[in-house]
């Protein structure tokens, strides 16, 4: 088992429990870490949770092949992260969470809008590019209902599951958790919006276009170095 990706996997899982994400154990988070190999939180008989997830608890697996022993389960949704890594292979990583602002706005209808836009840049392009709904609120324990998720998303990078959660996908697995983070405090300014009985224009094409997409480096770098340092104190 590679022990940086292990670590990026735990710390993932940690940062998105203390956002408010992932509640208990209701979530997970894996990454490519080969051909046919992936590395993804599991569960043993004494799980914690993802806010106490540690290194030991990212396992290495074939997802064809056995399950890894010692009393560790796979999560029941690995179709989740099976069915983007066969078909797209481009993804590096799969963050599924739980996420509440995510989950409201998908139950009462409310579209998540491009109405801010500096405040927030990489959730303000997740608006304007359009976030995907997968309509189902089911327990994704089937490739099929895999292979249906991927096809609603498309090529996005985050997909609402309606009554359900969140997927976010991404070259690694920082910037998987940064379009989960984003795709949250996108469904949280629309939740506010709706309770507050407002609804602003859309950005306007002269603001959208200066809305550059500032880089790797700022968008997903910033994010994980903030999420390490929240860690460490």
């Known amino acids: 088992m590679n022990t940086e990706v292990a670590e990026d996997v735990a710390l993932a899982c940690r940062a998105l429990a203390r956002a408010g994400l992932a509640a208990v154990s209701l979530g997970h988070v894996s990454?490519?870490?080969?051909?046919?190999?992936?590395?993804?939180?599991?569960?043993?008989?004494?799980?914690t949770g993802l806010l106490f997830t540690t290194a030991d608890a990212v396992r290495e697996i074939d997802p064809t092949g056995p399950r890894p022993g010692g009393g560790w389960s796979v999560?029941?949704?690995l179709p989740i992260h099976t069915a983007f890594y066969r078909a797209r292979p481009e993804v590096g990583a799969v963050v599924h969470v739980h996420a509440p602002a995510a989950v409201l706005c998908g139950l009462a209808g409310l579209p998540l809008r491009p109405v801010f836009g500096a405040f927030d840049?990489?959730?303000?392009?997740l608006a304007l590019r359009g976030v995907p709904v997968f309509p189902r609120a089911a327990l994704i324990t089937r490739d099929e209902l895999g292979d249906e998720l991927v096809a609603a998303t498309g090529d996005a990078e985050v997909c609402?599951?309606?009554?359900?959660?969140?997927?976010a996908v991404g070259p690694t697995v920082p910037a998987a958790v940064a379009r989960a983070l984003?795709?949250?405090?996108?469904?949280?300014?629309?939740?506010?919006?709706?309770?507050?009985?407002a609804r602003p224009d859309v950005l306007s094409a002269a603001d959208r276009a200066e809305l550059p997409d500032l880089g790797a480096a700022f968008n997903d770098g910033l994010v994980w170095n903030h999420l390490h340092a929240l860690d460490i104190h």
Not at 31 to 47: L, Q, S, T
Not at 160 to 167: D, N, P, S
């Open 31 to 47: 990454a490519r870490v080969g051909v046919d190999r992936i590395a993804v939180r599991c569960r043993d008989p004494h799980d």
């Open 75 to 77: 999560p029941n949704e």
């Open 182 to 197: 984003a795709l949250e405090q996108l469904a949280r300014i629309t939740l506010d919006l709706a309770r507050l009985g």
């Open 160 to 167: 609402l599951l309606r009554g359900h959660g969140i997927a």
């Open 121 to 125: 840049i990489p959730a303000a392009r």
